[in-house]
């Protein structure tokens, strides 16, 4: 490894890539006479709309460079949607920025917004992995942590929050939101919330972290993450965007127009048709109710438990045994799943199943589980 100036290179700050670590048992699934059913990775399977599709390809003529802020009809029908899908009304477009993809965003905000060593990043016990990677990238602490009292008296720049949570499906309620914003403006600490997956309900209706009964019409330090890759199954046009205090916008603004951080015009264009079309997000939400309710039978059946999943895109489940156990076990049914390990210590005796996959490949996981 080629090391500048004696400096230890930041991929040594970082933990393993940890899909790295399923391939043997990705090996022992795709064994399975009837081929591998992968659970593992929440992407999406089903089409693109055509709706967005031809929004696309009408704009693929612009030949100039797009701009960081992006384009007026872009933020403005991310301010819509927000305001008609999930109760945030009141924004304006200072208040949005696009971005190329949210795991982008969130393994560089911390370095964006200027957090480094000596700053702490809070992160949930059982998390995406990275919020930990941007923490660690900036030579920030990150710490675990899912409620204030095990914060103490300690001031963390940043605090991540994600409801509906990816692995577990955990919705936050809304007294918690509104201790956190409080408690985090009492410390100056910039609030971050992951609201990826804030369209696909099931048992409880999550609120975003901007919705006015949390934020009593301050938005002062926070931050909303929104992705178009689960409802619009937008994952390939990497399309995402932050919204929330106008200040943290324009201060990320400024750093990414220096770094060239820029949506390609195109993609903003298909961003704008699916913001602005209900329809094609409802069809997508009742796919996934469906196959959420088929897998979770047999997951049940197999004599799993699911803790948790009240909304979201996957079953968080455990047989009650080192996570690393269940997921052979699966394995030798053909199904491949993530260990609970990945999110953090808190999750070594669960596995995650995602809902994304084919209507065939969830019957076949259902079938196996079953026999």
Sequence with gaps: MTVVRGREPVSRRLPDFPWDTLAAAKARATEHRD????????????????????????????????????????????V??????????GLDET????????????????????????????IPEIAYPTYEVGALLAGAEPVRADSLTQLGPSSPALLYLNSPSNPTGKV?????L??????????????????????????????????????????????AVHSLSKTSNLASYRAGFLAGDPALIGELLAVRKHAGLM????????????????????????????????????????????????????????????????????????????PGDFYGPRGVRHVRFALTATDERITAAATRLAS
């Design 35 to 78: 081929g591998i059913v992968d659970l593992s990775v929440g992407t999406p399977v089903d089409p693109v709309d055509p709706l967005i599709r031809s929004a696309l390809a009408e704009a693929s003529g612009f030949p100039g460079y797009p701009v960081t802020i992006g384009t007026l009809e872009v933020r403005s029908a991310a």
């Design 95 to 122: 208040m949005i920025l696009p971005v190329i993809g949210t795991k982008e965003v969130i393994a560089g905000l911390p370095s964006t917004l200027g957090i480094g060593p000596g700053d702490q990043v809070v």
């Design 80 to 89: 819509a949607a927000l305001a008609r899908r999930h109760a945030v009304p």
């Design 178 to 223: 509104r201790k956190v914003v409080q408690w985090a403006r009492e410390r100056g600490t910039i609030v971050v919330s992951d609201e990826c997956y804030l369209g696909l309900a099931w048992d409880d209706e999550p609120l975003s972290i901007l919705d006015p009964r949390v934020t009593d019409g301050d938005l002062t330090g926070l931050l």
């Design 263 to 338: 949506v390609p015009y195109a993609m903003q264009a298909a961003m704008a048709a699916a913001l602005g079309d209900d329809h094609h997000v409802d069809a997508q939400r009742e796919r996934y109710r469906a196959r959420r309710e088929t897998l979770a039978a047999a997951v049940r059946s197999a004599g799993l438990r699911i803790d948790e999943s009240a909304a979201g895109l996957y079953l968080w489940a455990t047989r009650d045994e080192p996570c690393r156990d269940t997921v052979d076990w699966l394995a030798e049914r053909g199904i491949l799943v993530a």
């Design 172 to 176: 936050l309620g809304l007294e918690h």
